[in-house]
């Protein structure tokens, strides 16, 4: 079984169950003409404690897209880890899962998260009343050098 761990500066990002594992590494082996679907649930910890930050989901469809879900513990919220945790799994859906699109839905009034989304390169594409809906595709991806 792989390692499907992922690290940031601060952070470790880790499927959340063994058996979330084994279907992370069945869509590392597929290529994007199989279209493997599904969730991916992760769970968020910090690199030096240990300590759990939050969950962070790809709910990826058979379109070769994936939206992500972001639940954040209190503590954590204004560290900016939803910022480096966000940047992390997409990096890891366009360069190791091979997606095409990445969604992102906000379900809140306008805040700072907003500039967020859009300072990672996510565009807003709708808004109606407290739900905003962001994507970034593929070839917008600015790609670590």
């Known amino acids: 079984m792989k390692d499907n761990t992922i690290n940031t500066s601060r952070l470790k990002i880790t499927p959340i169950s063994p058996i979330d594992q084994v279907i992370t590494d069945d869509f590392l082996g597929n290529t994007p003409a199989n279209n493997p679907t599904g969730n991916i649930p992760m769970a968020i910890m910090t690199r030096d404690e240990e300590a759990y930050v939050g969950t962070i989901l790809l709910n990826v469809n058979n379109d070769n897209e994936a939206e992500i879900e972001l639940d954040m513990e209190e503590p954590y919220k ?3 880890f ?3 945790a966000t940047q992390a799994i997409i ?18 009034p306008p805040t700072d998260a907003d500039a967020t ?19 970034i595709l593929r070839h917008e991806y600015i790609y670590d050098e």
């Open 78 to 80: 204004q560290k900016d």
């Open 82 to 84: 939803h910022r480096e």
């Open 91 to 108: 990096k890891y859906a366009f360069e190791h899962l091979a997606l095409n699109r990445i969604v992102a839905v906000k379900y809140q």
């Open 117 to 135: 989304l859009i300072s990672m390169g996510l565009t807003r594409i709708a808004h109606e009343d407290d739900k905003s809906t962001y994507d």
